[in-house]
């Protein structure tokens, strides 16, 4: 009976392990890569970022080559419909609920634009931290 009881106890505990590994390991955070200069292509991004993020998920937004405009003052994205948003605002909308938000390492020493030029709440990545975080195994990647 001792056996049997202590067998038990082992199974129990072997399952609440596998489901506490399982948990850790499901993906609760989403990296956006975007480099399209595509107008729909940056604006369905952006949607889908936040729908994920409604969704409960940590969002982190690398914007490469024309995508890092949006970025900056200078983009002059249309507004889609349904919203009557363009994608920059929906951008800013994600950054105003905890969004990381940060361009390339190489947008600003390779462009005209410097540090000032980046709207607020943007800064430029951190290669190391940025390739830590892609490491991380409870993160998910969309790229555009």
């Known amino acids: ?35 399209s200069a595509d107008e729909h292509t940056q604006f369905m991004t952006m949607v889908l970022a936040n729908q994920t993020m409604r969704q409960g998920q940590d969002i982190r937004v690398l914007l490469c080559g024309p995508a890092a405009v949006m970025a900056t003052e200078d983009f002059d994205g249309p507004s889609m419909e349904p919203s009557g948003r363009n994608a920059q605002e929906l951008m800013m909308n994600l950054i105003n609920n905890g969004a990381t938000v940060e361009t390339c390492a190489i947008f600003l020493p390779n462009t005209d634009y410097t540090e000032a030029d980046l709207l607020d709440g943007i800064t430029p990545a951190n290669p190391e931290e940025v390739g830590a975080y892609m490491a991380n195994p409870s993160v998910r990647f969309f790229s555009n």
């Open 1 to 35: 009976m001792r056996t049997l009881k202590t067998l038990a106890a082992s199974a129990l505990l072997a399952v609440a392990g596998a489901s506490a590994t399982a948990q850790a390991d499901d993906p609760s955070k989403l990296f956006v890569s975007l480099t």
